[in-house]
């Protein structure tokens, strides 16, 4: 997958964070309120040193850190409170990997490698409710007893993809940009339990379908909230399952996932009403679940190759 291009209103070249002295937060998912995850974007400085600031020693956390390296190669060293310092070459694209850590740590590094952009990093913070909740349900075990373990400079297919797409969302929203990042989690969350956890549990596949009955209850609930922020967990209710198994379950009956379903049916009802209805585009855009007239024109453009203006002027001729 296409890695997110540096957004050149902010900071384009390496060139011009040569100063930078600490990380630069430029992309956060708190507006967006995604639930049980958190996303954040990073330009990095070409070297860290916060042995000279002790305010920069990073606290422990109950989430889960996912970290997506991004620019060359970078030397890491790491230790916990008091500990040696663990020295690491990270490499484009590598991950970090981060359990519930009981102690602070502390993180330097210097980037090695000469590229015309900044490095920038790519943060996914992962509930620890979540992930205790999908381990009860998927796998049977009691979360309590299972740990994650703690990975540095490793490369997984899947949990790259699932991070570049995520920061793809960060930088481009979609109108169910919300549903979508959701689903990533649950994704996120089983992946971590099946490969990196200590307790190597086998995790349960649902091997069933949804219902016609089940199905039309869900299409009957998006095109009577389509205007609304839908989450996963209100259209898992319409079939009686949980947000995890529904999201398979869904993939498996129709071949595409609830974000893909809820997307296209927003820009379905953007072109009906663009056909039917002289609404001002504004209205269309809020009454088809988009947040503006821009992301409904951004959108629309994306996946049909008009805007909704030049489309209600072909329909009209």
């Known amino acids: 997958m296409k890695e997110p291009s540096a957004n050149s209103q902010r900071i384009p070249t390496r060139a011009s964070t040569d100063q930078l002295t600490s990380p630069l937060l430029y992309l956060s998912s708190a ?21 000279e600031r002790a305010d920069l020693v990073t606290p422990a956390t109950r989430d889960i850190s996912l970290v997506l ?25 590598d991950l970090i990997l981060s359990h519930d850590e009981d102690t602070p740590y502390e993180v330097r590094w210097k980037i090695l490698s000469s590229v ?9 913070h992962l509930s620890k409710d979540l992930l205790a909740r999908t381990a009860e349900e998927v796998a049977d075990f009691d979360p309590t007893h299972h740990s994650l373990v703690g990975r540095i400079g490793f490369h997984d297919p899947l949990l790259n993809q699932i991070a570049l797409t995520l920061w793809r969302e960060l930088e481009q929203p979609s109108p169910a940009g919300k549903l979508y990042a959701q689903s990533a989690a649950q994704l996120l969350a089983v992946h971590l339990l099946r490969h990196y956890s200590s307790a190597g549990k086998t995790i349960k ?80 855009a809020l009454e088809s679940g988009f947040a ?22 072909h329909h009209s001729i």
């Open 205 to 284: 596949e649902p091997s069933q379908r949804l219902t016609h009955q089940q199905m039309r209850r869900v299409r009957d609930f998006v095109q009577d909230h389509l205007s609304q922020d839908l989450s996963l967990e209100a259209l898992a209710e319409q079939t009686g399952f949980s947000a995890y198994y529904f999201a398979r379950l869904f993939r498996q009956t129709t071949g595409e996932s609830p974000h893909q379903f809820v997307l296209r049916q927003r820009i379905e009802r953007a072109q009906h009403l663009l056909k039917e209805r002289e609404l001002p585009l504004v209205h269309i």
């Open 116 to 124: 015309p952009v900044p490095a920038r990093t790519f943060h996914l």
């Open 69 to 93: 390296f991004t620019g060359g190669t970078m030397s890491m060293a790491l230790r916990y409170t008091n500990g040696p310092w663990q020295e690491r070459h990270l490499r484009h694209e």
């Open 31 to 51: 507006e967006a309120d995604w639930e049980g995850l958190v996303a954040q974007a990073f330009y990095e400085p070409l070297e860290y040193e916060p042995m």
């Open 292 to 313: 503006s007239q821009s992301h409904l024109t951004q959108v629309f453009k994306r996946y049909l190759g008009l805007t909704p203006r030049a489309y209600r002027h």
